[in-house]
């Protein structure tokens, strides 16, 4: 057995043995321990770091991945212009202060803040997190998200519900405003002038 083969099967090995124990906190090291077996075994999974575990996220519904696209060409349309910063896809992740990693829908982090893209994980917490309900998520752990990105010092947070049409706006201290078709998505604090009507986010039906 070569050598390098001995070294993956012990850290397979180390990985498995750390991930049963409850007690036991993953770290990010582990974490891309697990991307590797997969990529290994050709399977491509979204991974997240809580609280020391690792949790494996499935794919979402068609509807969501649409709205998901539709969200983040708008936002990137008006803001690669403009030069005022980055904007990430469901792939792009943070690692938090809190040493967690998570992977929001969508994300924007200001252009002062990223001044440089690296081949690695973000470590900071970007500036506004979208999260969009798929067909089987849950409302409560999308809400805690984002006010865990809120918590740790992102600026905005906003989900996206596609089941009743509503888009929720998240900000410290602040009430949620939730919005509805007819009403106008706009976040002056860090983008100021751009307003998307929230009709615009739902997918299309064609005749």
Known sequence: MTSSLTESLTDREDLQVRSAYPSTRLTVADLEQLQGILCEAQLDYQLELVDGKIIIMGGSDIVSSEIR???GRLLLNW???RKLGRVFESSGGFILPNSDLR????SFV????????KRYFAELVPDLVVEIKSQSDRLKPLREKILSFLELGAKVGILIDP????????RPET????????????IPELLP????PVAELWPIEFE
């Open 175 to 186: 009430e949620p405003v939730i919005l509805r078709d007819g009403d106008i998505i706009s």
């Open 103 to 106: 992977v929001p829908d969508v």
């Open 110 to 117: 200001v252009a002062s803040r990223l001044k440089q893209s």
């Open 193 to 196: 002038g751009w307003e998307v």
């Open 69 to 71: 696209l539709e969200f």
């Open 79 to 81: 803001v690669k212009p």
């Open 163 to 170: 089941d009743k049409c509503t888009v929720t706006i998240y």
